[in-house]
């Protein structure tokens, strides 16, 4: 997929304690309806790293907070995107 031209996925990668997406159900009904895209949300509490690296390597695009959970978009195939969220600090 491309997030131009056909279906997509996007992985939202999710948090549980600490900087969290606070509107993270919002974002994704957005990418659904603006985009037409499958969101998949990846948390390390509740998927293998074997998980997280297979929805990766087929994902178009990852939306993450900074942080060190971001290092597993070295798993995203070429050509894909990152967006990299900052909270207010």
Do not use: K, W
């Not at 031209?5 to 969290?20: D, H, M, S």
């Not at 994902?59 to 995107?81: T, V």
Request: glycine share 6%; aromatic share 6%; proline share 4%.
């Amino acid at each position: 997929g491309s997030l131009l031209a056909g279906p997509c996925t996007i992985a939202v990668f999710a948090r549980t304690r600490n900087r969290l997406i606070m509107n993270e159900e919002a974002l994704f009904a957005a990418i659904r309806a603006r985009l037409g895209c499958r969101v998949t949300r990846i948390a390390m509490e509740t998927h293998t790293f074997a998980e997280q690296v297979r929805v990766l390597s087929t994902a178009d695009a990852a939306i993450g907070l900074h942080g060190s959970m971001l290092i597993m978009a070295m798993f995203l195939p070429p050509g894909a995107l990152l967006l990299e969220l900052y909270p207010y600090a």
